[in-house]
């Protein structure tokens, strides 16, 4: 892979990620202020599935077989030859759709800065803010132990 | 041998909406809905989830309503629903040190890198009951009442000083990596060692003795109940086992996984999980000299009592591999994972409440023939019983 495939693949994970990360309501908030309503073909009508969850033995070990884990994935071509994919965790159809949607989208030069500005980094600080929320309550709860020393005086 | 029934089907429909009628209870009570369970009792929800074995919030809180809040039977039935569901591959192993952090706490080490956060956790609390709750209107507790549940207010001040930390947490390495430096715990992981594709139990059937990464996957979607028993009876006596919790952790793990269509890892979302490492003491084998070994346990949303449990046991059934001796029941591999599964437990055990009418008889058959036998016997008693009684007085 070259170094710009490498940059294309990296960029094209950040916005995937956040499409999936992102709260389902938001989402479709944001994805109708928008309002792009382009023209696609199904590559995959959106799906409900399983993936089985992976693990690492002592975290950093063997892989091992966690358990199974809900999601939903969706493929689209857009009329101008873009082919956008999502696999979402949990059973939003909606959701994935919209996620292909946009990750076609995002590969379109005309629509990429409009779509990264009005849609990828509004979910992103969605994302962070309730990242740091729950970062600031857990930090609330940090603890020291003192040990007390034993015994007769 | 079981010999089918047929018939009572108007009865067992009957029998249907008189379940669906005390399911609802009392109708002038409003109904609780899927979202007020996944909210409100997400204990009970992770249960399922790891019992049926999917990570999926809502379903578990469905199939809790469905099933009066019974888990064997909610997990039976998200086992059910995820037979109907096709199979889109496997993740990537999650990976557990870039957890978001919850909760994290050690019982070896006091001080250690990040510090040890409490989270949520009904740890401390006096477990004395708190009719706040039973209160009905307002009776949402404040945010002092619900975070110090159980302290007195003299305290909370302490509690509050305490926690005047930034709200930012410092990153929280793993804790038994730390001992590594030294060699005193063993490795998850020997140098330069590949990884090896695990064999899925849903897949392929499992035969004794297994490997680590089944043994792990059977005991994750094991019955709680069971393995807690077990990992108890382990340190009471029947297993050598009395080890200190290295760290639990609980928090957010994002899951990536590998599309064919793209080539390249993506992330799909993330898990609640909960992480928890036993350190044991090992005397050392004709291999491996003293040090302290590792059990693991982890489970899905904040499963902790479960994560400690399949930790223990997960130890205690790597016997063999150190060349311990195999005494107790915890440390036989055949008898605790094939006992695990609660569905199939529950299966086996309601099966009996089915009609074995024909299987009964047979055998109230075979006692009054044995009956009759002895009766007979014993009015004509034959020469030889009559001198072995002699003998005997």
């Known amino acids: 892979m070259t170094m710009s495939e490498q940059q294309s693949v990296s960029a094209r994970q950040h916005w995937i990620s956040v499409l999936a990360k992102a709260d389902s309501k938001a989402l479709q908030d944001q994805w109708q202020a928008l309002a792009i309503e382009p023209e696609y073909q199904f590559i995959r009508k959106p799906e409900i599935g399983l993936t089985m969850m992976r693990g690492r033995v002592g975290g950093s070990g063997q892989p091992f077989n966690l358990g199974e884990m809900t999601l939903t994935r969706c493929a689209v071509r857009l009329d101008s030859g873009s082919l956008g994919v999502s696999y979402v965790a949990g059973r939003n159809k909606a959701h994935a759709l919209t996620a292909a949607l946009a990750d076609a989208l995002l590969q379109d030069r005309d629509y990429q800065v409009a779509l990264q500005e009005q849609l990828i980094a509004p979910l992103e600080a969605q994302l962070i803010a309730a990242r740091a929320e729950r970062e600031a309550k857990a930090s609330a709860t940090k603890v020291d132990f003192f040990t007390l020393v034993r015994g007769e005086d | ?393």
């Open chain 2, 1 to 393: 041998m079981y010999v089918a029934v047929k018939g009572g089907e108007k009865a067992i429909d009957n029998a249907h909406a008189l379940m669906r009628e005390q399911r609802r209870g009392d109708t002038a009570i409003a109904e609780l809905s899927v979202e007020q369970i996944k909210q409100q009792l997400p204990l009970a929800v992770d249960r399922v989830m790891n019992e049926g074995s999917v990570y999926d919030p809502e379903l578990a809180a469905l199939a809790l309503k469905q099933a009066s809040g019974d888990s064997v039977e909610a997990i039976f039935l998200l086992r059910a629903y995820r037979t109907t569901l096709p199979r889109f591959g496997y993740s990537e192993p999650v990976d557990t040190e870039q957890m978001q952090i919850e909760r994290r706490i050690s019982g070896t080490f006091k001080d250690l890198p990040g510090g040890q956060v409490l989270g949520s956790t009904y740890d401390y609390t006096h477990r004395l009951l708190d009719f706040a709750l039973l209160a009905e209107g307002d009776s949402a507790p404040s945010e002092q009442a619900s975070n110090n549940m159980g302290v007195p207010q003299s305290h909370r001040s302490e509690a509050r000083t305490e926690a005047e930390n930034s709200d930012k947490l410092e990153a929280c390495p793993r804790v038994l990596e730390l001992l590594n430096q030294e060699g005193l715990i063993e490795q998850s992981r020997g140098d330069g060692e590949e990884d090896i594709t695990p064999r899925d139990l849903t897949r392929q059937p499992v035969n004794y003795p297994v490997e680590r990464a089944v043994r792990l996957q059977n005991l994750i979607r094991g019955d709680e109940g069971f393995l807690l028993s077990l990992s108890y009876s382990s340190m009471r006596g029947y297993g050598d086992s009395h080890p200190f919790a290295g760290e639990m952790r609980s928090g957010r793990v994002s899951v990536e996984l590998v599309p064919e269509e793209l080539g390249f890892p993506i992330e799909i979302g993330e898990v609640m999980l909960t992480e928890c490492e036993m350190v044991n003491q090992f005397h050392g084998s004709k291999d491996q000299p003293p040090q302290f070994t590792r059990g693991y346990g982890i489970a899905m949303g904040r499963a902790e009592r479960k994560a400690m449990s399949v930790a223990l046991v997960e130890r205690a059934l790597r016997a063999e591999e150190l060349g311990e001796a195999v005494n107790y029941p915890t440390q036989d591999q055949e008898f605790v994972l094939s006992h695990t599964d609660c569905v199939s437990a529950n299966g086996f055990v309601s099966h009996l409440k089915l009609p074995h009418y024909v299987d009964f008889q047979s055998e109230l058959e075979m006692i009054r023939r044995l009956r009759k036998a002895a009766s007979e016997a014993s009015a004509q008693p034959s020469k030889d019983k009559a001198d072995t009684a002699g003998e005997e007085i």
